[in-house]
């Protein structure tokens, strides 16, 4: 088949999303039928005048969301049934019923539902590095010692740990064992009571969020800051207030100026902050707190990839400064072991013990009591340190590769920022191209780039400079090495 697509070397979309968005148009018009071939990635390279990698990249894209397929040896064909068709239900006669989904008399979404629902990122194509996932290193993961743990609780003969408990706060065994951890790396005060298993620090923020705000109240949180934090207290109504950071972290004196919007909560990120990596400085640390207790309002303490600190001992937790205070600490597993446990923490005061248990009964009755229970035996059995320890030197080798990698190609023109912790940094490029033209370029090499999120909308600029936030621990060496390659070509 021979196509026919027009380019257009001055718009201001990348010629990959052109050639993406012209080839899907073109399946879904019918302009190229269902199973018919479509040309070798080569020729029609050659034909658009375009490298082969940035057709490789479209044709990968359509085969994983369901429009092309390939066969062996014969090449690149279209579906026969599209991705739209198949989500709608068979009629009797054979025929499609195609829902109404656009009508809004049928759909009428709560407030809540009109504010997320908004187009999630499209699949990428499996051969894209993507620095916009917080991945970790599953390959060095124990498996055979959590098999071996699994089985062992799996085969339990009373059978509890498959059933529901009525351990909603989480069970008890890894209550025990988070608090005794945390006492030791965090220097986090608590009794067992005060934790509430959770699935992931992304289910603590939420519930957080239903919990403590109500529809336009001020929740204040750093300026830049985490993406999804943000996404929880806006969907909730809440109204945010960008608090700037700077080498000391969220500057306590920018949350007192905004006395009069009295936040009902503090969302930040004080060990590691996300994105830039700074620490919040002791000095400030007092200074929140202070604040905290004249204005009654909580801190959620978000402590998500602390562990990993590569030149000297994280900060202590600031839930330990004030174990009677208004703070709320949060952490996580998907960091320290793998993201697909979906396994966190939430330590509350105990004030709030009864309405967080409650609204984690609500959200989805209970983390699974068999996971837990493996991860108990896991911390227990004293496997959590050895583990961290070694990663902190595999993720510590990652990061120095990467950060050569991309002096290597871009020398005195990239800076980097907040590597000393975590399992990721932001690197500062001296570019003349736009942050959309840089990320569109990337795309086209095949890297994916995470952007600075800005909880305050306006990107804070410096002409001549770009900025993407680099997380390295789920990559492996070769494909670190490449990816700043790419980049290179695409900068260029
Ligand atoms: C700052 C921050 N908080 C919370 C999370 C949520 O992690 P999880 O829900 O997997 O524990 C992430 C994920 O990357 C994060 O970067």
Not at 60 to 81: H, K, N, P
Not at 145 to 160: D, I, V, Y
Not at 256 to 277: C, E, F, I, M, N
Not at 380 to 395: A, N, S, T, W
Request: net charge neutral.
């Amino acid at each position: 088949m021979d196509i026919a697509l027009s380019l257009d070397p001055k718009s201001p979309l990348a010629l990959y999303r052109q050639i993406y968005d012209g080839l899907r148009e073109g399946i879904l018009t019918g302009r190229f039928e269902a199973g018919s071939r479509l040309p070798a990635t080569r020729s029609l390279a050659v034909s658009l005048g375009v490298s082969r990698i940035t057709v490789t990249e479209c044709y990968d894209r359509l085969i994983s969301e369901g429009y092309l397929e390939t066969r062996q040896g014969s090449g690149t064909f279209v579906c026969a049934r599209l991705p739209e068709t198949s989500m709608y239900p068979i009629s009797k006669d054979g025929n499609e019923v195609t829902p109404q989904l656009q009508d809004e008399r049928v759909y009428r979404l709560s407030r809540y539902g009109s504010t997320v629902n908004l187009p999630l990122l499209s699949p990428v194509a499996p051969s894209m590095i993507r620095f916009d996932l917080y991945g970790t290193d599953v390959a060095t993961f124990p498996k055979r010692l959590w098999t071996r743990l699994f089985a062992r609780r799996m085969q339990e003969e009373s059978g509890n740990l498959l059933r529901y408990t009525q351990h909603y706060s989480g069970q008890p065994e890894l209550r025990i064992a988070i608090a005794q951890y945390l006492k030791q790396s965090r220097a986090v005060v608590c009794d067992p009571n005060q934790i509430v298993i959770v699935s992931g620090s992304q289910q603590a923020i939420s519930l957080a969020a239903r919990i403590l705000l109500d529809e336009s109240d001020y929740v204040a949180m750093e300026n830049p800051g985490y993406r999804l934090a943000w996404r929880v207290f806006s969907s909730q109504g809440a109204k945010i207030l960008p608090i700037p950071v700077d080498e000391d972290g969220i500057q306590i004196a920018q949350l007192r100026k905004q006395a009069d919007k009295a936040p009902k909560l503090v969302y930040l990120t004080p060990s590691h902050q996300y994105p830039l990596g700074v620490a919040l400085s002791v000095a400030r640390r007092i200074e929140l707190l202070e604040w905290a207790r004249e204005t009654n309002t909580p801190i959620l303490e978000d402590d998500y990839d602390s562990e990993f600190r590569y030149s000297e001992r994280p900060l202590a937790s600031i839930q330990g400064m004030v174990p009677d205070g208004p703070v709320l600490y949060t952490g996580t597993f998907s960091k320290l072991l793998f993201p697909a446990l979906r396994l966190g923490y939430l330590v509350v005061p105990s004030a709030l013990q009864n309405a967080f248990t409650t609204a984690k009964l609500l959200c989805d009755l209970q983390s699974s009591a068999l996971d837990q229970q493996v991860l108990a035996d896991f911390l227990l059995d004293g496997h959590l340190e050895p583990y961290v320890r070694k990663m902190r030197i595999v993720y510590g080798g990652r990061r120095v590769l990467l950060i050569d990698c991309l002096r290597k190609h871009f020398g005195d023109k990239v800076t980097i920022r907040g590597d000393d912790a975590g399992l990721h940094f932001v690197a500062d490029f001296k570019s003349s191209l736009s942050e959309d033209d840089a990320f569109e370029r990337a795309l086209q090499k095949g890297v994916r780039l995470e952007r600075v999120f800005w909880t305050g909308g306006a990107a804070e600029k410096r002409p001549g400079h770009i900025q993407f936030v680099f997380t390295f621990a789920g990559l492996k060496e070769e494909e670190l090495i490449l990816a700043a390659q790419r980049l290179a070509d695409a900068f260029c």
